[in-house]
């Protein structure tokens, strides 16, 4: 069974922390729009939202988790035969036709920059063999990445009824997306030039989150008559990534600007744990030494209000009964981060050193002079 404690932080400043600014958050916006939900990337910790938890379509939304499952599963050099299924699709299209060869990398672009709908079709029986096939792999991310509300049927957004998300699901979605380069790469590049396929293509990206706001770094539009205008938008400034969702919003680009602004003027990160940090000390029978250090696996990074105090704490969870041998940079435990009560983050705890198994002999010896682990 693991042995549990509570420990207050390394530094003693951060466990009331109090961030003056020397000025005041603003007011949470007015959001219009049918969903709405800003998150911080690392925690997921929700910044503003309205409605978020309100199932909506999501138009070519939906083509973030179709980039997603593509990318990890194909090489950006694999070369997608299109099929003539994929062949005019309606709506926004890349053009492909029919037999077409064309990279992945090339049509991911197509994908999100000109949000093709026959390229998400083309992707997803490229990969998964079929559309259904594809939209079960769509699913199965979804429920790893927490966004329990959402349901997959196209990859393309195209309407169905049981096609749906949230804004906070998306906004998970988005965020689980661009920790990804590959994805970050394509989703922030403002045009593309092909260098695949019987034609060159040339594209802009739709997102004027890109160029209009400082710090944009993505992700996608999107619009059917059934969803209304949609946008996922993300954004970076001072080390903090905030990602947002607005489903069935006229206004789309504003009410994001007006999003990310309250959300960086009101928040700021706060690097509670880094990576490397030695958190707490290990007990081990049997080894060349009898204690080891525990270090944190990764940094934890949270979001906190600028100029309110907030009560954070650690707690430690490592593992009881190790024996020797124990190796560096095993897995001992873990340590995570709670602000106010609620779970911010978590890492990992590794062994800083090795604790080799003690020879029969060795082990007597340490008996008979009373300090065997």
């Known amino acids: 069974m693991n042995a549990r404690r509570t420990a207050a932080l390394i530094l003693a400043a951060a466990a009331l922390m109090c961030l003056n600014a020397g000025a005041y958050a ?3 916006p ?3 729009a049918g969903g709405a939900a800003l998150i911080e990337q690392n925690t997921g910790a929700v910044i503003c939202a309205n409605e978020a938890h309100k199932k909506l379509p999501m138009a070519s939304t939906t083509k973030i988790m179709t980039a997603l499952i593509v990318i990890e599963n194909c090489s950006l050099g694999d070369t997608v035969k299109v099929s003539p299924k994929a062949y005019g699709v309606e709506g926004s299209s890349m053009y492909l036709n029919a037999g077409e060869e064309v990279s992945v990398e090339d049509m991911l672009y197509g994908l999100m920059l000109l949000s093709g709908n026959d390229a998400a079709v083309a992707l997803a029986i490229h990969t998964a063999g079929s559309v259904e096939a594809f939209a079960a792999l769509m699913n199965a991310r979804a429920e790893e990445i927490g966004a329990h509300n959402t349901n997959f049927v196209t990859p393309n957004g195209l309407h169905d009824p049981e096609h749906y998300t949230t804004a906070y699901d998306l906004a998970l979605i988005a965020a689980e997306a661009m920790k990804n380069p590959d994805f970050r790469k394509i989703v922030g590049s403002t045009y593309h030039k092909t260098t695949t396929g019987s034609v060159i293509r040339y594209m802009k990206n739709k997102n004027k989150i890109l160029w209009q706001y400082e710090g944009g770094c993505g992700v996608k ?5 059934a969803a209304g205008r949609c946008l996922v938008f993300a954004a970076e400034r001072d080390g903090m ?3 947002g969702a607005v489903l069935s919003c006229p ?3 504003n009410v994001a600007k007006a999003m990310l602004d309250y959300g960086f003027a009101s928040f700021r990160t706060e690097k509670i744990i880094s990576a490397g940090q030695s958190i707490t000390r290990i007990r081990v029978s049997g080894g060349t030494k009898t204690a080891l250090a525990a270090e944190a696996k990764d940094d934890i990074i949270i979001p ?3 100029g309110e105090s907030a009560d954070i ?4 969870e490592t593992r009881s009964g190790m024996n020797a041998p124990v190796e560096k940079g095993e897995d001992v435990g873990s340590v995570r981060v709670l602000m106010d009560g609620k779970l911010v983050g978590e890492t990992r705890l590794l062994a800083a050193e090795d ?15 009373g300090w065997a682990a």
Do not use: C, H, P, W
């Open 241 to 243: 990534t905030l990602i």
């Open 304 to 306: 906190v209000r600028i």
């Open 251 to 253: 206004d789309m680009f």
């Open 26 to 28: 603003e007011n949470a």
């Open 30 to 32: 007015d959001i219009a």
């Open 313 to 316: 704490r650690t707690e430690v």
């Open 221 to 225: 539009t999107g619009f059917t008559k």
């Open 355 to 369: 604790s080799l198994s003690l020879k029969f002999g060795q082990y007597l010896r340490k008996l008979l002079s």
